[in-house]
T-cell receptor
Framework: DVKVTQSSRYLVKRTGEKVFLECVQDMDHENMFWYRQDPGLGLRLIYFSYDVKMKEKGDIPEGYSVSREKKERFSLILESASTNQTSMYLC???????????FGQGTRLTVV | AQKITQTQPGMFVQEKEAVTLDCTYDTSDPSYGLFWYKQPSSGEMIFLIYQGSYDQQNATEGRYSLNFQKARKSANLVISASQLGDSAMYFCAMREGEGNTPLVFGKGTRLSVIA
């Protein structure tokens, strides 16, 4: 079974903190993605990566950065957390062809 | 312009009935893939079905089928014989081109199955 694992299910952080969301996949997928999900807005792409040390901006990259030092791990970084970054964050991975993406269980982040 | 449009924020269906969830897409790329995902209240995203732009036949997976109308740019999900466990959010998504491009999602449809 493909596994995409996110480090936390629930997270509460204070405004201004630096926040790391970690994602690990065990299927040797080239592609990894970070989405945020908000009610009524669906899933919006923050960043994605198609190779180690490569990254591409998605639709809403402002306030976020990413790191991919190893193929299996893709980290999302909130440099200075703000309340409008309170959301569900979903990590996904896929092969480089037209196959489905596999998702982690999600991290519900609350910034207070 | 939105790439994926799901016009039904919420739908109700009686148990054992069939239901169609609408999805239209916008792309000028001749090569693309269309995906449907289910998200129950637990939050996990479950892949349901895939349709490639060059596929001649509509995709089917058990009780799920995809009504693919290429000229109309629609890819509606049909769930037959609805079950209470089908109550969830459903997302339509598209990947354009070949290889390393991300999935773009619609805003979703919340399906509620009534006993």
């Amino acid at each position: 079974d493909v596994k995409v694992t996110q480090s936390s299910r629930y997270l509460v952080k204070r405004t201004g903190e630096k926040v790391f969301l970690e994602c690990v996949q065990d299927m040797d997928h080239e592609n990894m993605f970070w989405y945020r999900q908000d009610p009524g807005l669906g899933l919006r792409l923050i960043y994605f990566s198609y190779d180690v040390k490569m990254k591409e901006k998605g639709d809403i990259p402002e306030g976020y950065s990413v790191s991919r030092e190893k193929k299996e791990r893709f980290s999302l970084i909130l440099e200075s957390a703000s309340t409008n970054q309170t959301s569900m964050y979903l990590c996904a991975s896929s092969f480089g062809d037209n196959t489905e993406a596999f998702f982690g269980q999600g991290t519900r982040l609350t910034v207070v | 312009a939105q790439k994926i449009t799901q016009t039904q924020p919420g739908m109700f269906v009686q148990e054992k009935e069939a239901v169609t969830l609408d999805c239209t897409y916008d792309t000028s790329d001749p090569s693309y893939g269309l995906f449907w995902y289910k998200q129950p209240s637990s939050g996990e995203m479950i892949f349901l079905i895939y349709q490639g732009s060059y596929d001649q036949q509509n995709a089917t997976e058990g009780r799920y089928s995809l009504n693919f109308q290429k000229a109309r740019k629609s890819a509606n999900l049909v769930i037959s014989a609805s079950q209470l466990g089908d109550s969830a959010m459903y997302f339509c998504a598209m990947r354009e081109g070949e290889g390393n491009t991300p999935l773009v999602f619609g805003k979703g449809t919340r399906l509620s199955v009534i006993a």
